[in-house]
């Protein structure tokens, strides 16, 4: 577990000054692979759907186990080297506060034609009906949910299942943005990744909340509204865990969030999140540094339970051994009585 606690920190730290890869990414393999085999497992139907994210689950964790396994025999450093590869690969914090910067800087100087040509990087909402205060909201929702998709819950993940675990949810969270969708084609074929997707990051999501409430001061933020807006708001959003994530962050925040919310496929009228003012570039620019405060203490809470889960130590066979038989023992009888 110490081999964990350490993979997962050198894996964190590892996506903290490298961001993601510009090419070869194991992530965009894993989609290119799942397209491909979408064109011969498509039907339009759940079970077929249901056939095809299992199948790629199932290759993931047999390769994640595997290596885990071999990683074992190589002793604690080649553990903590494999875990903390496969931690890397989950990530994505770092690219998504990047682009947030990016995104609050365009809208500060009013470039408005960039930063929606910048929005596709983000979120998949048309941004040629996005004004830059709809830019701004679209650009904060997105932060705040992927700060619990790209951070928090693969760490969850890694803390708690290891290798395969933190790779298995990385497939689910990319099957669940390739197929996921509520459209003609997908309704029922994305339908058991979308629902693998939601239970994945349950945990998640909570403790990304949790952690927005802890960190909200750093931004100027206040925990209470924080937490207000987490309790009275999350239920209403369509996402069991997004709307944990966007709530929180507007009542740290300050802001509203929420509305018209047009997607290409669909127009779809979201409940509003907070009672603040709507977002603009400063809000933003302060909801990257949230994310990042979350971030940095979500690897740290990750790397210290994982670390102090359990020593390690084998228990001696002769030990166990003597142990056992003091348990059958009979026990000694108190007064004469039988």
């Not at 302060?286 to 210290?304: E, M, T």
Request: charged content about 20%; proline content about 6%; overall charge positive.
């Amino acid at each position: 577990m110490l081999a964990r606690g350490a993979g997962i920190a050198a894996g964190a730290l590892a996506d903290a000054v490298l961001g993601d890869p510009r090419r070869g990414h194991p992530v965009a393999l894993f989609g290119s692979g799942a397209a491909e085999l979408e064109r011969h497992t498509y039907a339009d139907a759940r079970w077929a759907g249901a056939g095809h994210t299992a199948a790629l689950l199932a290759a993931v964790g047999v390769a994640g186990a595997l290596a885990e396994r071999l990683a074992r025999r190589g002793g604690p450093a080649a553990e903590a080297a494999v875990m903390a590869a496969a931690t890397f690969v989950a990530l994505g914090g770092t690219s998504l506060c990047a682009t947030g910067d990016r995104m609050a800087a365009l809208l500060a100087a009013g470039d408005v034609d960039a930063a929606r040509g910048l929005l596709p990087s983000l979120c998949g909402r048309d941004p040629s009906v996005l004004d830059s205060p709809g830019l701004a909201r679209a650009a904060l929702e997105s932060v705040a949910e992927n700060t619990s998709d790209a951070t928090v819950a693969p760490l969850v993940w890694a803390a708690t299942a290891g290798v395969p675990g933190v790779l298995a949810y990385r497939a689910v969270n990319t099957l669940d943005a390739m197929i996921g969708h509520r459209n003609a084609r997908y309704t029922r074929f994305g339908w058991a990744a979308a629902r693998l997707d939601d239970l994945a990051n349950i945990v998640g999501a909570r403790l990304t909340g949790a952690l927005v409430v802890v960190c909200a001061p750093l931004v100027g933020g206040s925990p209470r509204q924080a937490w207000r807006a987490w309790r009275r708001d999350a239920g209403k959003h369509p996402s069991p865990n997004a709307g944990v994530a966007e709530a929180a962050f507007a009542g740290a925040l300050g802001v509203s969030l929420g509305g018209p919310t047009q997607y290409a496929h669909e127009l779809e009228i979201r409940p509003t999140l907070g009672d603040g003012r709507p977002p603009d570039a400063d809000d933003l620019a302060r909801a990257v540094r949230l994310s990042r405060a979350v971030q940095v203490l979500a690897a740290v809470l990750a790397a210290s339970v994982s670390a102090a889960g359990r020593s390690g130590r084998r228990v001696s066979p002769r030990r166990c051994a003597r142990w056992c038989r003091r348990r059958r023992a009979p026990a000694p009888s108190r007064g004469g009585a039988p």
